[in-house]
């Protein structure tokens, strides 16, 4: 059964650094074709896709945060972060974590964390 | 950057009717499209992935079609269940792209 759980600070404050975790059961992130992203969602809309890790260490980010942004992981302990740097009120969303399967070569989110919400205020 | 323009924002349908949601990319994305449906209060859920094959467990009216720049996803027979809102994602390379969204509520 495959779950993953996200944790984060709740609050912070503009300019801080918003850390993440995910951590999940059920499969390996050292295993071929396997990942995590990173995905969030302010209040009431969409959805913005932030960054995705794989197997291989590989790492992509969102182009207009990726010098803000640090994905990671603990293969050992099942684990994944998302670090954003030097927050403001417009990063205040639920962020969620989601798995990453490659179905015939083909990737996509098809397990997803019950997201976590993060408020920036000072 | 890809970007991905969903349509309609908001529709509304009658149980039993047949429902179409767009998504246009700005370039091709091949068949690199998957839809999501998001329930009030719940995380995302994957319905359909490479534009056209079904998930694991979701019903049979929901179908995919679609390449190159243009997506659609349709409910053959709408349910009360099926309220929700509803995402395209592209992935046809290192950095995805989410449609803006697409609410369906019960007329």
């Known amino acids: 059964q495959v779950t993953l759980k996200e944790s984060g600070p709740g609050i912070l404050q503009p300019s801080q650094t918003l850390s993440l975790t995910c951590t999940f059961s059920?499969?390996?992130?050292?295993?071929?074709?396997?990942?995590v992203g990173w995905i969030r969602q302010p209040s009431g809309k969409g959805l913005e896709w932030l960054a995705n890790?794989?197997?291989?260490?590989?790492?992509y980010y969102n182009p207009s945060l990726k010098n803000r942004l640090t994905i990671s992981k603990d293969t050992s302990n099942n684990q994944a972060f998302l670090k954003i740097t030097n927050v403001d009120t417009a990063d205040t969303a639920t962020y969620y974590c989601?798995?990453?399967?490659?179905?015939?070569?083909?990737?996509?989110?098809?397990?997803w964390g019950q997201g976590v919400m993060v408020t920036v205020s000072s | 950057d890809i970007q991905m323009t969903q349509s309609p924002s908001f529709l509304s349908a009658s149980v039993g009717d047949r429902v179409t949601i767009n998504c246009k990319a700005s370039?091709?994305?091949?068949?690199?499209l998957d839809w999501y449906q998001q329930k009030l209060g719940e995380a995302p859920k994957l319905l359909i992935y490479?534009?056209?094959s079904l998930h694991t467990g979701i019903p049979s009216r929901f179908s995919g079609s679609g390449s190159g720049t243009d997506f659609t996803l349709t409910i053959s027979s709408l349910q009360p269940e099926d309220v929700a809102t509803y995402f395209c994602l592209q992935h046809n390379s290192g950095s995805w792209t989410f449609g803006g969204g697409t609410k369906l509520e019960l007329k």
């Open positions: 490479n534009t056209n």
């Open positions: 059920g499969f390996s992130l050292s295993t071929y074709g396997m990942g």
């Open positions: 890790i794989w197997w291989d260490d590989d790492k």
């Open positions: 370039q091709n994305i091949n068949k690199y």
């Open positions: 989601a798995r990453i399967a490659l179905t015939m070569m083909v990737p996509s989110f098809d397990y």
